[in-house]
């Protein structure tokens, strides 16, 4: 795609749609919507208008998170590629290869460790474009890393968790994930770090009953749905119609199971002030580079924040 593509608005029309890439215009699930790929990435993909939440890659959401867009790649170990020799209707090496060529990541996490708002820490993102976000051996492996980099480093532990659950290609070796990653938590927790998890759409299944429901605080994004089994299935099961809303964001805070909800755009300075407030640091920083805003305007905050100072 080249810098026109990016910058200027392809005209949407009935005719010639070959012309038009369709990676150009995105659709707002809920209302329809197209919305230029520009303008949503600088919203940080969530929709103008109706401001629904999409999907996001993971070093575009670290990218987002940490200041600057500056922030450090922590390896992973490598784990056992297949044991199982599993195969349905292909390979599973094969769907590891597509998976890997696709987001060029070498499982579902990706761990950045670096500042927010001048506040330092490690997180580790659930990328659902890799396998749908599914916890297996690699996956719990980076976890486990993640966490014990931040108890090494005693430094905060963030998750964004966007997962379908556990991986059914790794079977019982999948499944093992969920309590070893309890214990990594459980390290954290014995060495008084905060451990603040944030609920994306969706978050399900394995991860939901293990590490991504103990976190300290927990955040989750408008609208995000948050189960172990989904709607449909319990429906059918026990043959009702279940609430407006069940099993959303908004629904799990009303119910008690989430802390707050919190919009994308808050989410830095949110879990920011959270790590502050739980590491006895002062917030927010006196450093300009913590700031997203433009220069002129951080000035402008800086010289009013004086005046009201030394008029009290």
Sequence with gaps: MNWISNVVRPKIGFFNKRE??????IKDPESGELVFHRDLEQNQFVVPNSDYHMKIEGRKRLNF???NAEWHEIETPDVAIDPLKFRDSKRYTDRLKDAKSKTDLKDAILIGHGKVKGIEMIAAVQDSNFMLGSLGMAAGEAIITAMMSAVKKQLPFVIFTASGGARMQEGILSLMQMPRT???VQALRDAN????????????GGVTASYAMLGDVQIAEPGALICFA??????QTIREKLPEGFQRSEY????GMVDMVVHRHDLAETISKICALL?????????????????????KVTVSDKTQTEQS
């Excluded at 770090?193 to 399900?204: A, C, D, G, Q, R």
């Design 252 to 255: 799990l805070k009303e119910h």
């Design 20 to 25: 038009t890439p369709e990676n150009l215009w």
């Design 230 to 235: 989904g709607p449909r299935v319990i429906e």
């Design 193 to 204: 770090l905060p451990y603040i998890v944030v609920l994306t759409n969706p978050t399900t």
């Design 65 to 67: 998170f940490f200041d």
């Design 182 to 184: 309890t214990l990594a």
């Design 279 to 299: 590491t006895r640091q002062n917030w927010p920083l006196a450093d300009e580079k913590v700031t997203d805003k433009p220069k002129q305007e951080v000035d």
